[in-house]
C-alpha cells in the first residue's frame, strides 16, 4: 500500500480518512464475491478446532465493557445520541 494514500494530518479519535477507507474497502471485499467462501472457510476451520476458537473469544471478551442493548437487539438505525456524537 502507497503510504502518500494516507492523510498526513493528525485526525484523533474518529479519523474521519481512516473510516471512509474502511468503509470502501469492506465494501469492495463485500461485492468481490469472496465473502461465501471465506465464511466456509472460517467455519470449517472453527469445526476443526472449535477450542482455540473459544479461548480466543474468552480472551477477546474478557477485554470487552460487554454488550449493550443496542448491541444485543441488533439495532443498526442512528439515535438521537449518535446524531450528537457525529456533528461534534
Known amino acids: 500500500?502507497?503510504?502518500?494514500?494516507?492523510?498526513?494530518?493528525?485526525e484523533g479519535e474518529g479519523n474521519k480518512t481512516a473510516d471512509k477507507?474502511?468503509?470502501?474497502?469492506?465494501?469492495?471485499?463485500?461485492?468481490?464475491?469472496?465473502?461465501?467462501?471465506?465464511?466456509?472457510?472460517a467455519e470449517r476451520d472453527v469445526e476443526t478446532d472449535p477450542a482455540q476458537f473459544d479461548a480466543a473469544a474468552k480472551?477477546?471478551?474478557?477485554?470487552?465493557?460487554?454488550?449493550?442493548?443496542?448491541?444485543?437487539?441488533?439495532?443498526t438505525e442512528k439515535t438521537d445520541a449518535d446524531l450528537d456524537d457525529d456533528e461534534q
Open 59 to 75: 480472551e477477546g471478551q474478557s477485554h470487552s465493557a460487554g454488550d449493550s442493548n443496542r448491541d444485543l437487539s441488533g439495532e
Open 21 to 41: 477507507q474502511y468503509r470502501e474497502r469492506a465494501s469492495d471485499y463485500a461485492k468481490s464475491g469472496k465473502v461465501d467462501q471465506a465464511a466456509k472457510e
Open 1 to 10: 500500500m502507497d503510504p502518500t494514500q494516507f492523510n498526513s494530518g493528525m
